[in-house]
């Protein structure tokens, strides 16, 4: 990861490659409704119809066919079978289409901790373990993905006052994530530009803040991550003062995600278009912040007024 600047998405797949590949490894719905909704989407277009005469092929509103060449619902069988007849699909992909779409109804993998989880972080955090590279910019606090356990607890403390088995259950939540970066064999490529504020701010004790900045020091030491501190004043006038994460797929053809998290809800840009432009502002941060190998000694003189 040692270029300065990323391009934007890549060119989508040809029309007849197969959507199979990497999904049941996952083992979470999220790639699967995303394959499967551009191949549909694709069929459409090559068979000449509109959403809204696709519909009525399975008797369903435009706004469903909408939905699922987004992958924002489950695909249903029944749905899926019923729009393939009606787009003249071979026997082959036919098959293939099937079982992805049954795999969309599959429970994500963090369904066991949905009633901590906010609804609109799920598909991110479904896309963050099936990603293949994480961009994120932040202003206000270090990245999950990069938090130590004394500094999420102290954060889950002050954002959400609970009882302390439950900001437990958030904290080792948490860590959890964090597996992605060291899985085998393909781990996370995280890039990280953070706002030199955000380890200024009194979020947590000095002493937790100290041992949460060694840990950002060593955690530059990964190969698989870099990470750039980016001078105080400058981000706000490139990005404000949200955060921002791009996150690209391993399978070719896939769009990437943009992920904007707001204090209580989140946004997921999905034309091309601001796509390409949140790109370009996280590139813009890229150049403006210091080079990666620079970080630790600016992290090692934030340290030293601790």
Partial sequence: MASVTIT???????ARSSPAGTVRAQGDPLVPRMLLARRLRELREAAGLSRPRAGLAIGASESKITRLELGRTRAKAGDVAGLLDRY?????ERATLLALAEQTGARPWWHGEGDIVPRWVRDYLSAEQAAKLVRTFEAQFVPGLLQTEDYARDL?????????????????????????????PRPLNLWVVLDEGALWRPACAPATMRMQIRHIIEQCRRPNVTIQIAPLGISGQVAGDGSLTLVRFPQQGLQDMVYLERPDNAVYPTRRAEIEHHWHIFNTLVTEAAPPEQTPRVLTRILSTY
Avoid: H, I
Avoid at 8 to 14: E, V, Y
């Fill in 8 to 14: 934007g998405n890549r060119k989508p797949a040809p």
């Fill in 88 to 92: 003249g699909t071979d026997p082959g």
């Fill in 156 to 184: 889950v403390r002050r954002l959400r006052p609970e009882s302390e088995a439950e900001v437990e259950r958030r904290v080792e939540f948490r860590m959890r994530r964090q597996r992605v970066l060291r899985r085998r």
